[in-house]
């Protein structure tokens, strides 16, 4: 007869990626799995695999469905520069306050990590910094057409800078950067590119 789950592996799957998104994946046990999903190994194994698997699951949910709906927000606004200094806003808010103050984001946290060396992993790394950076670059183009950016300003440079701001920002705050001190910074930034809109 088929093995028939008597678990919902969907929100399992979610209660992993907190974990490992707080814990990282080093610090975190099959142990820890098993306590925080309330599952046993032999059901974990049956429908993810081992842990790599189940990290691998996780942090691509991470960006389906926490990073991806961030990207495409930002790069169909048709306002230009405030939509960059809102999607910062919205960034130093999420992650200097709420539910998940401290957490950092999951992928920076990956980039920063040794599963960095597995190139499955690095593969979803390197999705999310394409699409981050797109998605800057469709901001910034509109900004350009607007007529928003300084004169001279390069949108392709642009949006590599405020790529890996975002992930200093990510960073930073797991490190315990305060919220007034990474604005101070974002403002600086995009006061460089020409940017008018405050964060």
Known sequence: MPDIKHFDPDAALETVVRLFWRQGVASTGIQDV???TGLNR???YATFGGKQELYLAALRRYLERRSQPMFRRLAEDERGLPAIS???AGLIEARCSGEYARWGCMVSNAHAGAENSDPEVRAVLDRHHRELREA???ALVTAEHQGQLAAGVDPGASADLLALLAYGV???SRAG???PTLRRT????LDSIGVRAAV
Request: proline share 0%.
């Open 177 to 179: 950067a305060d919220a």
């Open 170 to 172: 990510n960073l930073r």
């Open 86 to 88: 809102e999607f910062f």
């Open 186 to 189: 974002v403002t600086a930034a």
């Open 136 to 138: 800057m670059y469709a």
């Open 42 to 44: 032999s059901s974990l």
């Open 34 to 36: 098993v306590t925080a």
